[in-house]
Nanobody, 125 residues
Framework: QVQLVESGGGLVQAGGSLRLSCAASGRTFSSYVMGWFRQAPGKEREFVAAISWSGISTYYANSVKGRFTISRDNAKNTVSLQMNSLKPEDTAVYYC??????????????????WGKGTLVTVSS
């Protein structure tokens, strides 16, 4: 069983930055593919970013590419999402997720088998 706890959400003005963190339990964290997803009010959950077990490969949604950076620290069992140049449309609940299996790019949501409870990010205009 893997438990994921997100932190770092809050209220920020457009153009500002936030850093989300996700702490994971489990002795095999370094073997998990990790991802960030978000769900805005009235919308479906969408993929934001993912990172391979080694941290070498990263993947981003087009809407956040160049503004967000995903990273991980396998020694601390954490994954982070640095969010810069935030826009009001980035407002959402952000979820950390983990996969214990090999993921196919583009099928991230289906691949994840553990989810955190989410942290709210609000970007004001």
């Amino acid at each position: 069983q893997v438990q994921l706890v997100e932190s770092g959400g809050g209220l920020v003005q457009a153009g500002g930055s936030l850093r989300l963190s996700c702490a994971a339990s489990g002795r095999t964290f370094s073997s998990y593919v990790m991802g960030w997803f978000r769900q805005a009010p009235g919308k479906e959950r969408e993929f934001v970013a993912a990172i391979s077990w080694s941290g070498i490969s990263t993947y981003y949604a087009n809407s956040v590419k160049g503004r967000f950076t995903i990273s991980r620290d396998n020694a601390k069992n954490t994954v982070s999402l640095q969010m810069n140049s935030l826009k009001p449309e980035d407002t959402a609940v952000y979820y950390c997720a983990a996969s214990t299996q090999t993921c196919v790019a583009g099928s991230w949501s289906k691949c994840m088998n553990y989810w955190g409870k989410g942290t709210l990010v609000t970007v004001s205009s």
